[in-house]
C-alpha cells in the first residue's frame, strides 16, 4: 500500500483564525458560516468574510470547508438549498453534512459541490462509509468511538471494495478524523442534554455544555443532602470528557488509512489554533520523512506534549483510539494551560545589526524582566529573550503591560512577523 502523507485541517472559528491557521501549517480549514453549523456561538464568517478567505487560500493552495452539520428539519431545507447554492458561487471547496435530507438537498441543488460527511452521522463501519462514497460523498469523518484497529478495518473493506479508491491524490482523501480537542460525552455528539435544560440544541448548534457542569446527586427522600458525584477506581462513568490527542499515534493513524487529520476547536483562540496547527504539522511532517524513527522519538514527543500543554486543556486522553472503553471520562470540568497568551504581532521594524522593535496587540498582562518566547509562523525554532525595556503606543516608558487591546512596543534581538503568536510560560 502506498502511504500518502495526510492533510492537516484545522479549526477557523473567525477570519483571524483562519489566517493563523495557514500561517502555522494547516493543509485546510473547517469554518462556519451564519447559519446552518454547530457552532452558532462562533464568530463565523460573513458572506464577504467567505469570498475573501477562498481567495486566500487559492491563492496558497489551500482549502476552505464549510460545516453545513446541524440536524436539520422541514422548515430549514429550502434555506439549506439557497445556501449551498451561494457557497457554490463562493467557490468554498466543500461542505460538511450530518444529516441525510441536507446531504439529499445538496446533491440535488448543486451536484458538484463537494460533499463531507460529518462524524455526527455515526460513521462506524465500513459499509456505512462505503454508502455515503457511492452516493456521492467525497469523504467521511469517522465516529470518535472508532478505534484505530476498527479504522484500519474500514479502510481495509472499502479498498477491497472500491480499489480505485487507492488511486485517489493525497489531497483528495476519503476518510478523515479526529486527532486533537475536546470530545463529547454522548455518542457521536448526539447529546440532548442541553435543549432538555437550556433550551439550547446542540443538534443544531448552539450547545450551552451542561456535560462540562459540577453535578450532585439528591435522593428524593432527603431533600436538601447533596452526595458529590466523586471518581473511584474505576471513574466516574458521567458526563466530563478529557481531550483527545493523539500525536504519539499518528504513525498509526496513517497506517489506518485517515487521509485527513482533524483539530476541533472552532471556539477556541487564535493561540490555541496556532500552538496546536504548528505542532501536528512538525509531527505529520516527521512522521512521513521517517515513520520508524517518528515511533522512538520520545524526546520528539515530549517536545510536541509540552507545546500542547501551553494551551488551555483538559487533562489529555487517545479516547477510543487504542481501545480502552471508557479511559476517557475524566472526574473534573475544569482547565489547565502552562503558559499565558500575551500577544499577537502586529509589526517589526529594523533597528540596527540584530535590534528590531516589535509592536504587538496585548492578550495577557506581563512585566518589564518576565522571558517571553515567540512562535513566529514559518520558523520551526522558538524564541526567548528577556524584556528589558517597553513602550505603550506613545512611546512612555512603563513597567507593566496590564490592559487587553492595548498596543506595546519592545525591542527584540530576532526579527518577527504580522501575525506572531507571544507567550509566557508559567
Not at 491563492?59 to 431545507?77: E, H, P, Q, W, Y
Not at 443538534?203 to 453535578?215: F, K
Not at 512521513?288 to 489529555?316: A, P, T
Request: glycine share 6%.
Amino acid at each position: 500500500m502506498t502511504i500518502k502523507k495526510p492533510e492537516l485541517l484545522a479549526p477557523a472559528g473567525n477570519f483571524t483564525k483562519l489566517k493563523t491557521a495557514f500561517a502555522f501549517g494547516a493543509d485546510a480549514v473547517y469554518i462556519g458560516g451564519e447559519c446552518f453549523s454547530l457552532r452558532a456561538q462562533a464568530d463565523n464568517f460573513t458572506r464577504e468574510e467567505m469570498i475573501e478567505a477562498v481567495r486566500i487560500a487559492n491563492a496558497i493552495g489551500k482549502k476552505i470547508f464549510v460545516t453545513m452539520n446541524i440536524i436539520s428539519r422541514d422548515a430549514d431545507l429550502d434555506k439549506i438549498a439557497e445556501y449551498a447554492k451561494e457557497l457554490e458561487e463562493i467557490g468554498v471547496h466543500g461542505v460538511i453534512v450530518a444529516d441525510i435530507g441536507t446531504f439529499m438537498t445538496v446533491r440535488e441543488i448543486c451536484p458538484e459541490l463537494k460533499i463531507h460527511v460529518s462524524t455526527q452521522a455515526n460513521n462506524l463501519n465500513w459499509k456505512t462509509v462505503d454508502f455515503w462514497l457511492k452516493n456521492g460523498a467525497v469523504r467521511v469523518n469517522l465516529a470518535r468511538e472508532l478505534s484505530i484497529e476498527e479504522i484500519a478495518g474500514i479502510n481495509y473493506n472499502l479498498l477491497k471494495n472500491n480499489p480505485e479508491l487507492a488511486d485517489r491524490p493525497a489531497d483528495e482523501p476519503y476518510l478523515e478524523a479526529f486527532v486533537h480537542g475536546a470530545m463529547c460525552m454522548s455518542f457521536s455528539g448526539r447529546c440532548m442534554l442541553s435543549d432538555y435544560m437550556t433550551g439550547r440544541s446542540s443538534n443544531r448548534g448552539d450547545c450551552a455544555q451542561p456535560c462540562r457542569w459540577n453535578y450532585h446527586i439528591a435522593e428524593e427522600k432527603r431533600p436538601g443532602e447533596y452526595m458529590p458525584v466523586e471518581e473511584n477506581e474505576r471513574g466516574t462513568f458521567i458526563f466530563n470528557s478529557k481531550d483527545l490527542c493523539l500525536i504519539q499515534y499518528l504513525p498509526e493513524m496513517i497506517m489506518a488509512g485517515v487521509g485527513s487529520l482533524k483539530i476541533e476547536g472552532r471556539m477556541k483562540s487564535e493561540f490555541y489554533t496556532a500552538v496546536t496547527t504548528r505542532a501536528y504539522r512538525k509531527a505529520i511532517d516527521y512522521c512521513f520523512e521517517n515513520m520508524e524513527k517518528y515511533k522512538s522519538d520520545d524526546k520528539f514527543i515530549q517536545e510536541m506534549m509540552k507545546e500542547l500543554c501551553s494551551v488551555s486543556h483538559r487533562d489529555y486522553s487517545t479516547g477510543f483510539a487504542l481501545g480502552n472503553r471508557g479511559e476517557q471520562i475524566f472526574s473534573s470540568s475544569s482547565y489547565s494551560r502552562d503558559s499565558d497568551f500575551i500577544g499577537i504581532v502586529k509589526e517589526c521594524r529594523v533597528c540596527g545589526e540584530n535590534e528590531y522593535e516589535t509592536i504587538f496587540s496585548l492578550k495577557g498582562a506581563f512585566d518589564v524582566g518576565n522571558e517571553l518566547e515567540f512562535l513566529i509562523p514559518g520558523d520551526a525554532e522558538n524564541h526567548k529573550f528577556i524584556v528589558n525595556e517597553m513602550f505603550n503606543q506613545y512611546g512612555e516608558s512603563i513597567a507593566r503591560a496590564p490592559h487587553a487591546m492595548m498596543e506595546v512596543h519592545i525591542k527584540t534581538p530576532f526579527k518577527t512577523t504580522e501575525g506572531a503568536l507571544i507567550r509566557r510560560w508559567k
